[in-house]
């Protein structure tokens, strides 16, 4: 790494593990083998185009997408032995597009979001040390890539835009109590598969669990991300929290990141800083029947994580926020079934002129 930095430690709300958004299958060998397959419809009341402004899955106005058809193997670890398993995901269909890693190209519909091995070193508290090696989805963050796992059907500008989806290096995590876990994390990069540069990077977290209703994590991130640079780290915290509220749960997520002057920033003379914050809200309706609420907000001050991506025009400044309500229908065995209305708000005229657009959308995923 280039220059000194202090790494920082960040917050955030669950275990860092990969979600499993279905009721898997046992196959030989104690393999578990699950997925889920989706499509959906989103329209825009200001849409540039064809093209919803700001939005990754759901960046197509007035289309019906083919948005994934996931298939996962999961072969557990025991704690308790000195064992070894896997996790691995496959991806096709329009979501892949926008969420593939730089190095690694199976076509512009195809992607590995995940595949990695995990080796246990037994310990006298039997929780074991996991070293973990390959892609691995990122430590940052509620929301994941994938869909059915999510609060809401659309995912937040946190997701979208000041966290990465993946990394590909090595893991080492330990769960020490029920209380307390923690990982630290080395990678290529953010996103990419093959490393852009001569350095790389590190993550790291550690899980506070007060009480069975509450969650609480701290995470920090260093490391230059930008081709051909390895002098300008990007570096940053985030904190999340979890709490349980009978049918109620609440999550609050705040993240502030600064990147070091370079060529690829909108101006490349000074160094880039954002913050955001985010707040979840979901409420069990009936046993089928469940409402989930998001707010966002986005401070990009100097225009790095938001000039020029997913439609918005080259800045060098932008406040960004939304409101987002979704019901989650399951009253079709195996099936989720979620209606969605979103409302953003940009600090410049990025809608086809205007600084707001709403947005209805509706998705069917099957799990398996």
Same mark, same amino acid.
């Given at each position: ?25 046992? =196959? ?8 889920? !397959? ?23 106005? /007035? ?131 093959? /490393? ?32 051909? /640079? =390895? ?9 999340? !929290? ?28 000074? /160094? ?36 020029? =991506? ?10 960004? $926020? ?12 195996? !099936? ?9 708000? $940009? ?13 209805? !959308? ?7």
């Amino acid at each position: 790494m280039a220059r000194a930095h202090v790494v920082f430690l960040f917050l955030v709300i669950a275990p860092a593990t990969t979600p499993s958004p279905t009721s898997a299958q046992q =196959a030989p060998g104690g393999v578990k083998i699950g997925g889920f !397959a989706e499509a959906s419809y989103t329209g825009s009341s200001n849409a540039e185009g064809n093209v919803v402004v700001g939005r990754l899955y759901d960046r197509l106005h /007035d289309q019906f997408m083919l948005n994934a058809l996931v298939l996962w193997l999961d072969k557990p670890h025991d704690p308790a032995t000195r064992s070894a398993g896997f996790h691995a995901e496959v991806l096709f269909g329009q979501n892949a597009a926008v969420i593939k890693s730089g190095g690694l190209d199976l076509g512009n519909h195809g992607d590995i979001p995940h595949l990695y091995v995990t080796l246990n070193l037994p310990t006298k508290s039997g929780n074991g040390v996991q070293l973990k090696m390959g892609r691995i989805p990122t430590l940052m963050g509620l929301e994941v890539i994938e869909t059915t796992a999510n609060p809401n059907w659309s995912e937040g500008n946190q997701f979208v835009y000041v966290e990465n989806f993946t990394g590909l290096g090595v893991s080492l995590e330990t769960k020490f109590s029920d209380k307390l876990d923690a990982q630290i994390r080395l990678i290529n990069g953010w996103d990419a598969v093959a /490393d852009n540069n001569r350095a790389k990077s590190l993550m790291a977290r550690v899980g506070l669990y007060p009480d069975a209703n509450t969650s609480i994590a701290l995470l920090g991130f260093l490391g230059p991300e930008q081709g051909g /640079d =390895a002098s300008a780290a990007r570096s940053g915290v985030e904190v999340l !929290a979890w709490r349980k509220f009978g049918k109620a749960a609440l999550w609050l997520q705040g993240d502030v990141g600064t990147e070091e002057a370079n060529a690829a920033l909108p101006d490349p003379s000074q /160094d880039a800083q954002w913050w955001a914050v985010g707040a979840w809200l979901t409420y069990d309706l009936s046993a089928t029947v469940g409402l989930a609420v998001r707010a966002d907000v986005l401070n990009d001050e100097h225009g790095a994580r938001t000039s020029g =991506a997913f439609g918005f025009p080259a800045n060098t400044g932008h406040d960004l $926020s939304s409101l987002t309500g979704t019901l989650n229908v399951r009253t079709w065995p195996g !099936a989720l079934v979620r209606p969605e209305v979103r409302y953003d708000h $940009s600090s410049l005229p990025a809608f086809a002129g205007e600084e707001s657009q709403i947005t209805i !959308a509706l998705s069917v995923a099957y799990l398996f």
